[in-house]
T-cell receptor, first 115, second 111 residues
């Protein structure tokens, strides 16, 4: 089966600019996650969707980050305006459901550098 | 609070065995996952434990003790391709399936 697809792979922008990332989960996966992974750290959840509804966005900096999953399939994550501290890899993951034994499958991520 | 601890780095020789420990303190427990992440690549799922005991999958085994808040990942017959970061992740009970990750253990396999 095709894995989680993300684009772009790399992005370089200046601070205060805006940027958007795209994710296409594995077909049939109802749950979609966006994680931020700063160099040397583990992934940190930003937002979780169940179909097209948000179920957890407690760690999303809502003053600058937004995400949507309008039709319950693809998702976009946006940062506006970007700060230096946003330099990280943004990982998208999906799972069949949110059952306790369901593993999450990750995409290769988008590496964001803020100048 | 949530806390997941694992060593930063471990070095071992090709063909040897390495054990990566993970201790956790989370708001409830609903399973523990191990992922492997090569530099610049996606984390890939290795194993899942929810009951105490050992789960074996080929060269990789994972152990869990819920009463001690402790898990380990055992890598046997190390190969050069096993050089990667290994992430311990816990699913708390107050979550909607999300994972709390440790910082990862960088394993370096030498010839």
């Amino acid at each position: 089966e095709a894995g989680v697809a993300q684009s772009p792979r790399y992005k370089i922008i200046e601070k205060r600019q805006s940027v958007a990332f795209w994710c296409n989960p594995i077909s049939g996966h109802a749950t979609l996650y966006w994680y931020q992974q700063i160099l040397g750290q583990g992934p940190k959840l930003l937002i979780q969707f169940q179909n097209n509804g948000v179920v957890d966005d407690s760690q999303l900096p809502k003053d600058r980050f937004s995400a949507e999953r309008l039709k319950g399939v693809d998702s976009t994550l946006k940062i506006q305006p970007a700060k230096l501290e946003d330099s990280a890899v943004y990982l998208c993951a999906s799972s069949l459901g949110r059952g306790h034994n369901q593993p999450q499958h990750f995409g290769d991520g988008t590496r964001l550098s803020i100048l | 609070g949530q806390n997941i601890d694992q060593p930063t780095e471990m070095t071992a020789t090709e063909g040897a065995i390495v054990q990566i420990n993970c201790t956790y303190q989370t708001s409830g427990f609903n399973g523990l996952f191990w992922y492997q992440q090569h530099a610049g690549e996606a984390p890939t799922f290795l194993s899942y434990n929810v009951l105490d005991g050992l789960e074996e999958k080929g060269r990789f085994s994972s152990f869990l003790s819920r009463s001690k808040g402790y898990s380990y990942l055992l890598l046997k017959e190390l190969q050069m391709k096993d050089s990667a970061s290994y992430l311990c992740a816990v699913r708390p009970t107050d979550s909607w399936g999300k994972l709390q990750f440790g910082a990862g253990t960088q394993v370096v396999v030498t010839p």
